[in-house]
């Protein structure tokens, strides 16, 4: 005995529904950015091998900023993290570089990681790479950052 098909209409329905919510992106969705960052930092507080810079930033994609950053020299090597204030929130993150010394001073190439921000970049995340020189006390820097950002 042959029993009737199951009407998979409203099956196909549900799973058009499901497939269609699944593809329809939030009107808030991330979007990738690629960047472009200068900037220019003094030495403000601490002693080798802690220091804290401060300065601007001036972003291809999220325009002017200040910049704080905490870093940790040990020998050639330079850990830290860092927070950009924007006019419309900030950016957390962190870096590594290597620095090269030179008859004119030190030039260092390295990377960071953006790891979360607040107000319109909250939980932005991206990375990149930078360069930039500075003098052999480590007194100022300027570097330029070219990456990625999302938020």
Do not use: C, W
Not at 35 to 58: C, E, H, I, N
Not at 98 to 115: D, H, N, V, W
Not at 119 to 141: D, E, F, V
């Amino acid at each position: 005995m042959l029993r009737p098909a199951r009407p998979i209409v409203p099956v196909l329905v549900v799973a058009g529904l499901v497939v269609g919510a699944a593809v329809a992106a939030p009107a808030s969705a991330a979007t990738t950015h690629r960047d472009t960052t200068v900037a220019t930092v003094k030495k403000a507080s601490g002693k080798l091998p802690d220091v804290v810079y401060t300065g601007t930033v001036k972003s291809s994609v999220l325009g002017r900023g200040q910049v704080h950053q905490v870093v940790h020299i040990n020998g050639l090597d330079v850990t830290g993290e860092f927070t950009i204030t924007y006019a419309k929130g900030t950016i957390r993150g962190t870096v590594k570089a290597r620095a090269k010394l030179t008859l004119k001073g030190a030039r260092f190439t390295g990377t960071e990681r953006i790891t979360g921000g607040t107000g319109r970049y909250k939980g932005a995340s991206g990375s990149g790479s930078y360069a930039g020189t500075g003098p052999l006390n480590m007194s100022s820097a300027t570097f330029r950052q070219t990456g990625t950002i999302r938020f």
